[in-house]
């Protein structure tokens, strides 16, 4: 099984960048998703989360109405679409799947390498 997480990059402050998070090996449909993300030297925080098939979202209070979390069952892919990026969205983006649940921190069933987002002038 593997979550393979994509798209990042450098980006300007007020720039957009739109992460992918593809799951193979399992029947994606099943899974909630989420991604989390780490800055240098900060914990790693919950940015947002959708639910398996009624695709109810979820957001930090830090990205709401600036993120769009989505997913295509048909294309076992979850999406992140990151609108009017700061320089304190720069971190390490991570995806994580839970099986029949929203993953967290310290609960979720499969947890992707991470992609990198800078935003930066």
């Known amino acids: 099984v593997q979550l393979q997480a994509s798209g990042g990059g450098l980006v300007h402050p007020g720039g957009s960048l739109k992460l992918s998070c593809v799951m193979s090996?399992?029947?994606?449909?099943?899974?909630?998703l989420g991604w989390f993300r780490q800055a240098p030297g900060k914990e790693r925080e919950f940015v947002a989360a959708?639910?398996?098939?009624?695709?109810?979202?979820h957001y930090s209070d830090s990205v709401k109405g600036r993120f769009t979390i989505s997913r295509d069952n048909d294309k076992n892919t979850g999406y992140l679409q990151m609108n009017t990026l700061k320089a304190e969205d720069t971190a390490v983006y991570y995806c994580?799947?839970?099986?029949?649940?929203?993953?967290?921190?310290?609960?979720?069933?499969?947890w992707g390498q991470g992609t990198l987002v800078t935003v930066s002038s």
């Open positions: 994580a799947a839970r099986l029949l649940g929203l993953p967290t921190k310290k609960l979720y069933d499969y």
């Open positions: 090996g399992r029947t994606f449909s099943e899974y909630g």
């Open positions: 959708i639910t398996w098939t009624t695709f109810k979202t």
